[in-house]
T-cell receptor
Framework: TQLLEQSPQFLSIQEGENLTVYCNSS?????LQWYRQEPGEGPVLLVT?????EVKKLKRLTFQFGDARKDSSLHITAAQPGDTGLYLC????????FGAGTRLTVKP | DSGVTQTPKHLITATGQRVTLRCSPR?????VYWYQQSLDQGLQFLIQ???????AKGNILERFSAQQFPDLHSELNLSSLELGDSALYFC?????????????FGPGTRLTVL
């Protein structure tokens, strides 16, 4: 059983579409991080959110931390093929636990 | 390039064998983390070392052990290997001790147990 549940598990969309992926838990985290992993490589950190309700933007990516610091969402606007990858959320307290990820495919 | 190096990149071995995976953290980072990633389990935290001492343990089997040396590189030892141990093993490093710090991942070692 994953401490962090990510949904959807798989997502395949056309270039230019918008999408939102979710990361949910029953646990409260001191911070939450989002990573992107491409095939054959290690995860790369995209953002860290710390405060409940916090919203961070990274170009076309918008990250939100839930008010209770138990959940988070990642919204991508006008998705591009380069956004293809595995998106992982990770909740941190004394250590860090990862969700199983959302595998996103953006078709040209 | 994250600055974290892992060797070997690929490892193929047989059941019952023992292997050692090696990780060198980014320059200046004191914490090293080991993760196992398989298709059905996602990225599982195994163990963390900080400046040579064990700091946190996750879902690490008793057949697995790790250590961090004075030069801060780390090794993950996997023994009595089983087919189910086939996975990608990642090492990550961070500057300080807390799990909330940004972790920089290495390229991983792909272990195949036949």
């Amino acid at each position: 059983t994953q401490l962090l549940e990510q949904s959807p598990q798989f997502l395949s969309i056309q270039e230019g579409e918008n999408l939102t992926v979710y990361c949910n838990s029953s646990s409260v985290f001191s911070s939450l991080q989002w990573y992107r992993q491409e095939p054959g490589e290690g995860p790369v950190l995209l953002v860290t959110v710390v405060t409940g309700g916090e919203v961070k933007k990274l170009k076309r990516l918008t990250f939100q931390f839930g008010d209770a610091r138990k959940d988070s969402s990642l919204h991508i606007t006008a998705a591009q093929p380069g956004d293809t990858g595995l998106y992982l959320c990770a909740g941190a307290n004394n250590d860090m636990r990862f969700g199983a990820g959302t595998r996103l495919t953006v078709k040209p | 390039d994250s600055g974290v190096t892992q060797t070997p990149k690929h490892l193929i071995t047989a059941t019952g064998q023992r292997v050692t995976l090696r990780c060198s953290p980014r320059s200046g980072d004191l914490s090293v983390y080991w993760y196992q990633q398989s298709l059905d389990q996602g990225l599982q935290f195994l163990i963390q070392y900080y400046n040579g001492e064990e700091r946190a343990k996750g879902n690490i089997l008793e057949r697995f052990s790790a250590q961090q040396f004075p030069d801060l590189h780390s090794e993950l030892n996997l023994s009595s290997l089983e087919l189910g141990d086939s996975a990608l093993y990642f090492c990550a490093s961070s500057l300080s001790e807390g799990g909330y710090n940004e972790q920089f991942f290495g390229p991983g070692t792909r272990l195949t147990v036949l």
